[in-house]
Nanobody, 125 residues
Framework: QVQLVESGGGLVQAGGSLRLSCAAS????????TGWFRQAPGKEREFVSA????????RYADSVKERFTLSRDNAKNTVYLQMNSLKPEDTAVYYC??????????????????WGQGTQVTVSS
């Protein structure tokens, strides 16, 4: 069992930055891949980024490359999503998720086994 809690969302102007955190508890943090997804009103949940358990490899959606950076601190059981140069189209509820397969960074939300409750990010123009 894995429990995930997101934090760090809020309201920011376009061009600004936010850092989201995903704190995990339960099953050994090192044993799974962590992903971030987002869902805007009326849209499907979409992949944002993922990081393998070692933190040595990451994957990003094209829409956030060069703007978002994903990192993890296994000692703190926490994953961080640094979001810079935010745009209004980044507005969504952001979710972190755990994939118990530690070696893949899948973009398919159905491959993830546990989900947090989400944190709202709103970017004003």
């Amino acid at each position: 069992q894995v429990q995930l809690v997101e934090s760090g969302g809020g309201l920011v102007q376009a061009g600004g930055s936010l850092r989201l955190s995903c704190a995990a508890s339960g099953r050994t943090f090192r044993s799974y891949t962590t992903g971030w997804f987002r869902q805007a009103p009326g849209k499907e949940r979409e992949f944002v980024s993922a990081i393998i358990w070692t933190g040595g490899a990451t994957r990003y959606a094209d829409s956030v490359k060069e703007r978002f950076t994903l990192s993890r601190d296994n000692a703190k059981n926490t994953v961080y999503l640094q979001m810079n140069s935010l745009k209004p189209e980044d507005t969504a509820v952001y979710y972190c998720a755990a994939d118990l397969n530690p070696g893949l960074m899948t973009s398919n939300p159905t491959d993830y086994d546990y989900w947090g409750q989400g944190t709202q990010v709103t970017v004003s123009s």
